[in-house]
């Protein structure tokens, strides 16, 4: 056996639209995760503070107020809550990538925060393009969200839910070296098997260790939603942790909230890249290859005289 990392997908849900409270939920995870000796902790999708599902079951015109309640509930990055995490990441000395609601300005982005074992932020990224109805809650990124974060651990990427359906934004990522990739996505959605071959596909392709981590729909949170609410289903959990050949170490675990464990033995990186290397050997670059551009993209530009 070679290099092994212990890793966590916790399958959490959160305190509806309750930064603080999911703030220190989220922190209470990740000291127990550490305690169980993971080096590396995942959560949802929008876990900080939920996700938006009445964009989903309302009509559009009557949900002003939970966007409003959203906005009022989101994350600045760097703030005070992004502080309240990295110390939680630092005393327990792991690598932490949590899903979060991010808000710059008057704009909202589904994004991740990705916070190191010293506590210090070492990025995030947001959705590029929000799918269906999240278009009406939240913006979308750029070129700068598809980077990776060389660790201690080692080559880390992540992509949000249905972005894992975008065969470009994946070859991106796993072209950049990525070993362990984090997959986040809400809870009550897993359905017709879709997270599952999405996980699964992904590890195989890239050749890499997909952490993947959905939360859980309780009924206190579809009673919140009201009038729609009637239309999900609690429950609705696939976490899961999955090797590079697509087999699962971990998991899935389809209902409830709970904490689940595997390590990552890096070999098996080596063993599937001996046979099939995506961004190597079994690449074409003179007859197919990706272009990113990483520039920021503003609406605005002032050229001064």
């Not at 890793?7 to 639209?17: G, S």
């Not at 839910?161 to 809870?187: D, F, K, M, T, V």
């Amino acid at each position: 056996m070679g290099r092994t990392v212990k890793v966590a997908a916790a399958q959490l849900a959160p305190v509806f639209l309750d930064r603080a409270a999911t703030v220190a939920k989220t922190c209470d995870a990740i000291a127990e995760a550490a305690r169980n000796g993971a080096q590396l902790v995942a959560f949802p999708e929008s876990f900080i503070p939920g996700y938006p599902y009445w964009a989903m079951v309302r009509d559009p015109l009557s949900i002003g107020e939970f966007n409003r309640r959203l906005f009022d509930a989101s994350l600045e990055i760097p703030g005070p809550d992004c502080a309240t995490l990295s110390d939680a990441t630092k005393k327990a000395r792991c690598h932490v990538v949590v899903g979060l609601t991010e808000r710059e300005g008057s704009t909202l982005y589904n994004a991740q925060l990705v916070i190191g074992p010293d506590g210090v932020i070492l990025g995030k990224r947001r959705k590029l393009m929000p799918t269906s109805h999240e278009r009406m809650v939240w913006g979308h990124g750029d070129g700068r969200d598809l980077a990776v974060w060389n660790t201690g651990l080692g080559v880390l990427g992540a992509l949000i839910c249905y972005e894992h359906s975008n065969a470009l934004y994946r070859y991106a990522i796993q072209a950049q070296g990525e070993q362990i990739h984090i997959a986040n996505w809400p809870g009550g959605i897993a359905i017709n098997g879709i997270i599952d071959a999405a996980a699964r596909h992904y590890a195989f392709e890239g050749q890499c260790f997909v952490i993947n981590v959905t939360a859980v729909l309780t009924e206190e949170i579809i009673a919140a939603l009201g009038q729609g609410g009637e239309k999900l289903k609690s429950g609705g959990g696939y976490s899961a942790i999955i090797a590079p050949n697509g087999r699962f170490l971990a998991g899935p675990k389809e209902s409830g909230e709970t904490i689940l464990y595997a390590d990552l033995d890096f070999d098996s990186i080596t063993n599937m890249k001996m046979i099939v290397d995506s961004a190597g050997h079994y690449a074409r670059p003179d007859v197919v290859r990706l272009h990113i551009d990483r520039r920021a993209q503003h609406p605005l530009v002032i050229d001064e005289a």
